[in-house]
Each structure stands twice: as structure tokens, then as C-alpha cells.
């Protein structure tokens, strides 16, 4: 081969590399949940997407009256009106009961962060006003990202996400809403049905299980749903006889597909459509109205480092 020849070659491979190399790889975009909400403070779950979060995420937040004063836009960095924290270290504060070890997310592994509650955290960076308590009986928007580091950019924000201080769950979802909202569901990794006790992923295999005519999974269906509208504040009066009836039929058996175990549909009907009207409002406390959501754009800066 002659040097000609070669030194087309050559240039003609850093030609066609050099696109590769610029071209811009980002982490996938997290969700943003709401677990809690106090008087000062919301409880919020970031879940990283199938890349992960290997180098933590950042949350933004401001009120709603302050988003809407700029025209329900973000503000290029933060400010006295938009508060930032971005997580990338060991928590010690919140831990969770020793559950959660590091900011930095494996894929599709899950972080409960207080806003309101961030002066004593460590293995984060914030904005002035990002340690301070929330104010209370207030309309707040929230949108978080990952990370970017040497291996990928900055994912996408999550959408923007209106929350209140003093939020009132005394309301109700449904079975399909829990499936789709496994962020709320942090930190409850167990739930006992009948007398057998499931792991989280195990209830989100048991919601994603067609019934196909067994009423075993017909009821557990509503009972899950029950479960976590209680433990998140709904008001049990109307529903609680119907729910201990219902983890007495259970009793031992197995649900599916964890296991194999059935009830005959006639059996299992009467509980599972009481339950079925709580969960949708029916009766009870009422069915929880949406929370309002806007798109986001993008933004970001850093300040103090505990």
C-alpha cells in the first residue's frame, strides 16, 4: 500500500468517526412522584429510568404563583424564587430504615427525598433556598432530571408537577392508578394479603395478572388498592368490614401468578365490588381529582455542598 493510499485511508476513518464521537448520549429521564405531603415538607420519589441515575439527579421547585408569574416557565437557574438540590452522594438523614444507602441510582431503583426537610441531609448541593421548610397550605411545581457525568448528559426533565403542602389523601384511586404509580407506593415494600405477606414487585406482578375468571386475583386486585388508598389517609369507614371479609376468604391461598391458587368468581364478586366502588369513589371519601401537569423546558445550577 503506498503512503497516498494510506493517508486517504486514514482521513477517511476520522471523517466517518468523528460524527459518533459528537454525537450527545443522555441518561433516560426519571419520574417524579409524590409519597407524602406535611405541613412544611413534601415526600417526593424520584424512580431512574432504564439507564439509572449512576451520578445522582436534581430536583427544582418554586411556587405555583410564582411559576405563573413567569409566564408557567422555569427560570434559567436557580433564584429567590426557585429553589434547587441536586443529589448526588449518602444521604444520612432520611435513610429510610437503612434503605437508602446512595443518591446515585442503580436503573429503575427508587430515592424518597423531603423538600422542606434538607438542612440536616448530606450528599447533596443546593440552593440557599432549597433548605428552608415549604409554606404550608401552598400549590408547589416540582421537575427533576439525572445527572449527567462523563459517560452521558443530563436526561431530559420529568414533566413539571403541581403538589400542596397539607395535601388532603383523604380521596380514593383505583387498582390501575397504583399499578401506574409505583412511586407512591415508597417506602411500603410489603403487603399482607389474607395471611401471606408479598414483596412490592410481587404486587406489581399480581396487578399486571388478567383475572381470566379466577376471583382470587379479581379480589386482590381491589384489595391492593384498598390497602394503599388506607395507608395513604383515605377514611376506611365504609370499606374496612368488606376488606376483612375479604383477607378472611384469602386466607392461606397463594395469588397469581405468585402462586396458583383459585376462588370461583360467584365467591369472590359481592366483596370485590364494594371494594371496587370505594376505590372508584362510589362511596367513601370520593375518587382523588388528577394532579395538574405542564410541560417542562430545561435548566440548572448548584450552590452549597454538604
Known amino acids: 500500500m503506498n503512503r497516498r493510499y494510506q493517508f486517504l485511508v486514514l482521513v477517511s476513518v ?51 404563583a410564582d411559576y405563573e408569574a413567569n409566564g408557567s416557565q422555569w427560570y434559567p437557574a436557580p433564584n429567590d424564587y426557585m429553589s434547587e438540590a441536586i443529589f448526588m ?14 443518591f446515585c441510582l442503580e436503573p429503575e431503583a427508587e430515592a424518597a427525598v423531603e423538600i422542606g426537610d434538607l ?13 428552608l421548610e415549604l409554606k404550608a397550605e401552598t400549590q408547589y411545581v416540582f421537575r427533576a432530571c439525572a445527572n449527567g457525568d462523563g459517560a452521558a448528559d443530563d436526561s431530559d426533565w420529568t414533566i413539571t408537577t403541581m403538589l400542596f403542602t397539607d395535601y388532603n389523601r383523604n380521596c380514593t384511586s383505583g387498582p390501575l392508578y397504583w399499578r401506574n404509580h409505583r412511586g407512591l407506593w415508597y417506602p411500603t415494600f410489603t403487603m399482607t394479603l389474607g395471611n401471606v405477606t ?14 381470566e375468571g379466577n376471583g382470587l386475583v379479581m379480589l386482590a386486585h381491589q384489595m ?3 390497602e394503599l388508598n388506607l395507608a395513604h389517609g383515605a377514611d376506611p369507614q365504609d370499606v374496612e368490614d368488606a376488606l376483612e371479609q375479604a383477607h378472611l376468604l384469602v386466607g392461606n391461598l397463594i395469588i397469581p401468578p405468585v402462586g396458583s391458587n383459585f376462588i370461583q368468581p360467584d365467591d369472590a364478586s359481592p366483596l370485590t365490588q364494594v371494594m371496587d366502588d370505594y376505590n372508584q369513589g362510589l362511596i367513601g371519601p370520593g375518587h382523588c381529582p388528577p394532579i395538574a401537569t405542564t410541560p417542562a423546558t430545561w435548566s440548572a445550577v448548584k450552590a452549597l455542598y454538604r
Open 119 to 131: 438542612f440536616d441531609e448530606t450528599g447533596l448541593s443546593t440552593s440557599v433556598s432549597a433548605v
Open 14 to 64: 476520522i471523517v466517518l468517526a468523528f460524527p459518533l464521537v459528537a454525537l450527545a448520549v443522555q441518561y433516560d429521564t426519571p419520574t417524579l412522584e409524590s409519597y407524602a405531603q406535611g405541613h412544611g415538607k413534601i415526600v417526593i420519589v424520584i424512580t431512574a429510568g432504564a439507564s439509572g441515575a449512576p451520578a445522582g439527579f436534581r430536583v427544582q421547585w418554586m411556587t405555583r
Open 224 to 226: 391492593i388498592a384498598v
Open 198 to 211: 408479598y414483596s412490592k414487585l410481587q404486587l406489581l406482578d399480581i396487578l399486571d395478572e388478567q383475572a
Open 89 to 102: 452522594g449518602q444521604p444520612t438523614l432520611n435513610t429510610w430504615n437503612g434503605e437508602l444507602t446512595s
